[in-house]
């Protein structure tokens, strides 16, 4: 068993080309032998965007404060404290915040 408050977890500034005001926690991840799910908390500054990607696993977004947008294959819509969003493998996607963000 794991059992940690998230803020105690080192967060880890994303860095790629596109990326701004993005930290990453990994609160569930390899350290903790899980195979098969990870789970992270995104947090974004005022302004702060996830870069445009792909990739073959998908996400399901849990947004916990905070407002912004998600751009799926072309197709964005707004978020706020509450929402869900599920990203299909494959798809083309970038996160950004509004006025500061924080998702699960």
């Known amino acids: ?13 994303v860095e790629e080309a596109g990326a701004r005001g993005v930290v990453l926690r990994t ?3 390899d350290l ?3 195979p098969n799910f990870h789970m992270r908390v995104i947090s974004f500054e005022e302004g702060g965007a ?3 990607h792909s990739h ?8 916990l404060k905070g407002e912004g947008s998600v751009d ?3 197709k964005t819509v707004a978020l706020q ?4 969003v599920f990203v299909p493998p494959g798809s ?4 950004q915040s509004a006025q500061g963000m924080e998702m699960l």
């Open 50 to 52: 996830t870069p445009r």
């Open 81 to 84: 404290p509450g929402d869900v």
């Open 56 to 63: 073959p696993w998908e996400h399901e977004v849990f947004i």
């Open 72 to 74: 799926v294959d072309g």
């Open 92 to 95: 083309e996607h970038c996160f």
């Open 32 to 34: 903790d032998k899980a």
């Open 1 to 13: 068993m794991k059992h940690v408050n998230y803020l105690e977890v080192e967060g880890r500034r």
């Open 27 to 29: 609160v569930i991840g």
